[in-house]
């Protein structure tokens, strides 16, 4: 009895520094950064934080040629900083409000692919030049209005040649919040003013100064407040494109 008690002893011994052994990887600490810039202006293409932004795909090809996708996710100014990456090798691409970097056609076929493969050791710094879909830019800063509100001036030009791309607009919207990260996913709804396009009526705006004004009637006074203005194009999962966040001290 005591001979058939030590061999089960030490069988569940040896079973446990087994799994111990192989549990034991090392953290990832590896570190994956960059941009996502307009190709036709140098600048960052702005984003929202969270699901709905830009967000950079990576494939890790080290193990598997059929990888699940892996995600990190953009911070509000088109940049992006992850230091817990496992030490790999990637096929990373960036998603978002731009022409896709990888296309397929009908039969999944891939017509275009601008992924890029990457190994991953130490820091690793891969930057994306994209086309948006649109490109907004303030016409002046927002102004404050004698009742209360405040009215934002902006043009909208498309931001690819590509005929495929030029697509309907569909949504323009001027977020308004108290905090500097807005955009459609935190807004103030009782101020912010959005506008809502059927079939082609909503590209009769490219290229025209418009201007928006919150809703609501007055803004709370003694504080300050965030405005943005993002417009989006009938794709895929509707990402917004943006411009960047401006203020105003209301009194």
């Known amino acids: ?41 140098g600048q ?6 969270g699901n709905n932004g830009t967000r950079i795909k990576l494939l890790e090809i080290s193990w598997s040629a059929t990888p699940t996708p892996y995600y990190i996710f953009s911070m509000q100014d ?25 296309q397929t056609d009908a039969s999944g076929n891939i017509m275009v692919d601008q992924s890029q493969t990457v190994t991953i050791k130490g820091t690793a710094t891969v930057d994306f030049k994209v086309e948006p879909f649109l490109r907004i830019e303030w016409a002046g800063v927002p102004v404050y209005n004698a009742d209360g509100t405040v009215s934002s001036q902006f043009k909208i030009t498309r931001g690819t040649a590509n005929p495929a791309f030029q ?8 977020f308004v919040s108290s905090t500097k990260y807005l955009g459609n996913n935190d807004y103030d709804n009782r101020y912010s003013n959005h506008v809502t396009y059927s079939n082609t009526d909503g590209n009769n705006i490219i290229g025209q100064t418009i201007t928006l004004t919150t809703t609501g009637g ?13 417009a989006r194009v009938s794709y895929g999962l509707n990402y917004y494109n943006y411009t960047d966040v401006k203020t105003v001290d209301v009194p």
Do not use: H
Not at 44 to 49: A, D, F, L, R, S
Not at 91 to 98: L, P, Q, R, S, V
């Open 167 to 174: 697509l309907n607009i569909s949504d323009l919207f001027l």
């Open 44 to 49: 960052t293409v702005q984003t929202e934080i």
């Open 1 to 41: 009895m005591k001979q058939i008690f030590y061999y089960i002893t030490l069988s569940v011994l040896l079973s446990t520094c087994y799994s111990c052994k192989k549990d034991n990887y090392d953290a990832p600490n590896e570190t994956l950064k960059g941009s996502v810039t307009d190709a036709g202006t």
């Open 218 to 230: 007055a803004l709370p006074a003694k504080r300050t407040w965030f405005f943005r203005i993002g």
């Open 78 to 102: 088109g940049t992006y900083n992850n230091t817990k990456i496992f030490a790999s090798t990637n096929k990373i691409t960036a998603e978002g409000a731009f022409v896709p970097m990888v």
